[in-house]
């Protein structure tokens, strides 16, 4: 199985864990608040505010944060947040795909293209870079939660496309339009994951040596770093000697 290349599973720099955690909540507060203004308050009704929460539980972020973030989808009737897909190439021309979730495009567009063009990179027009890609659905569990026999099995059971079991978790892939059948099907068996979502999974991925990674590396985290960036994706090969050049 060819894992997918969501970058942001790589171990941070020692000493960033109160930033990256500050930035988790509040890129998972948006997309509650988002979820939660788009349809039901009910996340037994509404799928994408029930991944949304799961992934709250997993960061640990406080149930009063995650109360706050619902409330406000109902105090700012008047402020919308915009779904917007940006597409390009990085360093060593690494084809990236950008999700964003922002209340003012300008913003975003601006921000987004400055930390392509100072990074050696180029952003492009819709498509430019997506069709290195395909969209999957990803559900990730944490290991303890059920055994390696339990969910292979519950995995073939639901026709799922792949599925790979690490030291420390199990990962299904299945087709984008069967992904809310697969999570409900696995929701019966398992109550919290530690992500579920639609990804975009690379068809093929380049290798870098360790100078290059770093840069790359350092380019995408400019752009997780951004306020209304929610994910990013790279046809880059992350492997184990990826996070010790990161962690360096």
């Known amino acids: 199985m060819a894992g997918h290349s969501h970058w942001a599973g790589i171990k941070h720099r020692k000493g960033r864990a109160d ?22 308050k009910d996340s037994d009704m509404n799928p994408r505010l029930r991944s949304a929460i799961q992934a709250a539980k997993v960061a640990n972020m406080p149930k009063e944060n995650v109360d706050r973030a619902i409330n406000k989808s109902e105090l700012n009737k008047d402020l919308n947040y915009f779904n917007i897909i940006y597409e390009g ?25 400055t930390i ?26 944490d290991k303890k939660k ?12 639901l026709g799922v496309e792949d599925y790979l079991s690490t030291s420390s978790q ?12 697969v999570k409900i099907g696995i929701e019966k068996k398992v109550q919290e994951f530690i992500s579920a979502g639609i990804e975009w ?47 360096a």
């Open 19 to 40: 930033k990256i955690r500050s930035k988790i909540f509040s890129k998972i507060s948006k997309e509650i608040t988002v979820a939660a203004k788009l349809g039901s």
């Open 89 to 113: 190439f990085g360093p060593e021309k690494i084809a990236v795909i950008v999700e964003t979730l922002t209340d003012n495009k300008n913003r975003t567009a601006s921000n987004i293209r």
């Open 116 to 141: 392509f063009q100072k990074n050696g990179g180029n952003l492009g027009s819709s498509g430019v870079a997506s069709h290195q890609f395909r969209q999957v659905g990803v559900i990730k569990i």
């Open 146 to 157: 059920i055994s390696d026999t339990d969910i292979l099995e519950l995995a073939i059971n």
């Open 170 to 181: 199990h990962e299904i892939i299945t087709i984008k339009e069967n992904f809310y059948k």
């Open 201 to 247: 999974l690379p068809i093929n991925k380049i290798s870098l040596n360790e100078e290059k990674m770093k840069i790359v590396l350092n380019f995408l985290e400019l752009l997780e770093d951004d306020d209304d960036v929610q994910h990013v994706y790279a046809n880059l090969e992350i492997n184990e000697q990826s996070e010790k050049v990161k962690t």
